[in-house]
């Protein structure tokens, strides 16, 4: 089994798939020890073609196959997507549009985030040889069981795909999936502006010091670890940005009595650097601090009442064959118990349907849960 390793058979390979209604698409990639992914391997099949792709290989130009990710008349498929498509975005292209097998079969009630081995058990009876799963796909060369185990993960999946689409169609829930894949392909997804990192952290306060120094140590690690191509963690833990802009240190030998900071981080480039910062943020927080709305006050919520939604959605679920997961969280839950029109998906489009109308039922009193042997039944009341 031998790989692309050139533009002028990548070229080929392209122009053999082009014209599938659908293609199959996985990637193999390390990211232990760096913040950008490092694709290794990309694996791409269409009904009746199948090939691996070797982005390490010198001689090859990846756009050919981009530009089929790009074309919106190809169906992309692919099992658990998110880091795939990262890497993709990364590349200057969105694949559009793109069909993400776990989430079907979530609709399609196999579960929550069933793996792909499992899916390809239950829907083609096959299992998976799971021995080159922990492969450094950065090697070269690789084997030819490790070609072959790689392979397979889009050539079952072209095999399970109409099926999952089959089955979603007769049962009326392509609609449902069509909804999920306008989330996956939204552009501020895969955001990597460091002036967003804070975003993705867990502030414990709103005070607007405390936030602007919390914002700008969040973007000043965020572009480290770009600019150097390191894990975020080895450039300064999380825990490290709450204590730095809790204590607003602007001396950098301050740094080395936070718990968060190692000995000698303040006599180092970070050190210094992050010392200048917060001694700018400080000269005019307001004009650094993101704005946060505030929280409302914090509402005692009616436990009972949230375990009463729980066991709703777990029947309307089993009753659909669909995951629960995929219906609502539990802070879902939680926002239904105390607001009608709480703002989560659960009380609009297809999950209305399926449950956010009889959970508001049930806050009003119409629906009952009643215990019928050793079965809970949702019935009517006068």
Sequence with gaps: MTPIT???????????????PFITVDTEFMRE?????????????????AAIIDPLAKDL????????????????????????????????????????TQVAAMAAGFGDQVAYDSLVRQKLKIDIDKGSRFTDWARRPLSDQQLSYALGDVTHLAKVYPKLRDRL????????????????????????SPEEAWRRLKPRKNAVKYMAVFAQVAA??????QERDMPRGRILKDEGIDEIATQMPTDPGAFDHLRSTSKGFGASKFGLD???????VLKNPEAFAPKVEKSA????????????????LRIRCEEEGVAPKLIATVSDLEKIALDDKAKVPALEGWRKSVFGDDALRLKRG???????????????LD
């Excluded at 990548?10 to 122009?15: E, G, H, K, R, V």
């Excluded at 006050?297 to 709703?312: G, T």
């Design 366 to 380: 119409e629906l009952a849960l009643v215990l019928n042997g050793t079965k809970v039944e949702v019935v009517e």
């Design 297 to 312: 006050p914090p509402v005692q919520v009616p436990a009972s009442v949230v375990e009463l939604l729980k066991v709703l």
């Design 61 to 100: 130009d990846l756009k050919p196959f981009l530009d089929v990710l790009a074309d919106e008349k190809v169906l992309k498929v692919f099992h658990a997507c998110r880091q795939d498509m990262e890497i993709f975005v990364n590349l200057g292209v969105m694949p559009r549009p793109i069909f993400d």
């Design 169 to 192: 169609a007769r049962e009326g829930r392509l609609d449902w999936v069509s909804e999920e894949m306008k989330a996956l392909t939204a552009e501020s997804l895969y955001s990597t």
């Design 6 to 20: 050139n533009t002028k058979d990548l070229i080929a390979f392209c122009d053999a798939i082009k014209s599938a």
């Design 33 to 49: 020890t760096t913040y950008w992914p490092k694709l290794c391997l990309i694996q791409a099949a269409s009904e009746d073609q």
């Design 220 to 225: 000043w690690r965020e572009r480290m670890a």
């Design 274 to 280: 992050l010392a200048e910062i917060i001694r700018n």
